[in-house]
């Protein structure tokens, strides 16, 4: 079989959602230092709502414009139908919500202020599997002998590209314990929401699940605020340059661009295939701190890129789709 055009763009764009989604363990970071975890999350969730609702709009006049001309097929047929139960769709939604953006984003923010990025990212590597196990469990995806072979060779291109950091990992030192856990958990969380999200995205589009979710996500981080990280005019004064940067890198990119990406590539792949692209963060990680903080880029980190981009191609390509 040969790369088809529509294997290549999706390759393509896996790469560019994980290049934006390399951001994230840094701007989290950032924005750690003068806000919590509650605190940031309802900051990310509001402002990636804001940028998502102009291409809401847009959509909703796209399928305004094809229902009033009979001669182009409807983009989103299911968007429109009027028979889509209230009660199970806010269920939906606050499932989606409670359940996967909320640990995804704010345990990640809590875990990465009390673990090393080193420690973070390599926890991070067991979301593919997690994400494929989940996809197996709830929507009955067979996990055929290429995509376990897919896995293991982009999981063994990490490995060799994070040598160095295995080596001087501490995943249970008891200082980083707990922020090692709360990333674990987010990973489980992000491993849901990618799963639990395909079942939606047959009766929504991609935007509407992506604002939906935000919504309520908002909702719930402003409710849990009071208790957990009370919010005030003083704290918001002692916000820096770069701590508005952080949030705007982490709305625009890592939660608002990416996911509507990621979210078309969800509807044109399995979970588990574009799942294995995630292994990919590292290595984009390191090309990313090459470029702007002109670190070496040794051969070990070329080979364990090149065997993750190959697991990515291997996977999508290859491997016949249920989506």
């Not at 701007?27 to 809401?56: C, D, H």
């Not at 078309?264 to 990313?288: C, H, M, T």
């Amino acid at each position: 079989m040969k790369l088809t055009r529509r294997a290549a763009a999706d390759v393509g764009l896996l790469i560019l959602v994980n290049t934006m989604w390399a951001a994230q363990y840094a701007a989290y970071r950032v924005a750690t230092e003068k806000m919590g975890p509650v605190t940031v999350s309802a900051w990310n969730f509001f402002l990636a709502s804001l940028v998502l609702l102009p291409f809401l709009g847009w959509e909703r006049r796209a399928v305004r414009g094809s229902i009033l001309t009979p001669n182009l097929p409807d983009p989103v047929p299911e968007a429109a139908d009027p028979s889509r139960s209230t009660v199970r769709t806010f269920l939906g939604f606050l499932m989606l919500s409670v359940l996967g953006l909320i640990p995804g984003s704010m345990l990640l923010a809590w875990g990465v202020a009390r673990s090393t990025a080193s420690n973070a990212a390599i926890i991070y590597l067991t979301m593919p599997v997690m994400t494929a196990l989940l996809a197996s469990l709830i929507l009955g995806e067979k996990m055929s002998a290429l995509r376990w072979a897919s896995l293991a060779i982009a999981l063994g291109g990490v490995l060799i590209l994070s040598a160095a950091d295995l080596r001087q990992l501490q995943l249970l030192k008891g200082r980083f314990l707990l922020g090692n856990l709360l990333v674990v958990l987010a990973c489980l969380g992000s491993s849901f929401y990618n799963v639990y999200c395909k079942g939606l995205l047959k009766r929504f589009t991609p935007l509407e699940v992506l604002i939906y979710g935000y919504a309520l996500a908002f909702l719930v981080s402003v409710l849990v605020m009071p208790a957990a990280e009370p919010f005030s005019l003083a704290s918001l004064r002692s916000y820096s340059a770069a701590t508005w940067l952080a949030l705007l890198a982490l709305s625009v990119f890592s939660w608002g661009l990416a996911m509507v990406l990621w979210m078309f590539l969800l509807k044109r792949l399995d979970v588990s295939q574009a799942s294995v692209s995630i292994y990919l963060l590292p290595f984009l990680g390191v090309l990313i701190s090459t470029l702007t903080l002109h670190e070496t880029l040794t051969w070990t980190t070329l080979l364990g890129g090149l065997l993750t981009l190959t697991g990515t191609v291997l996977i999508t390509t290859f491997e016949p789709t249920a989506a």
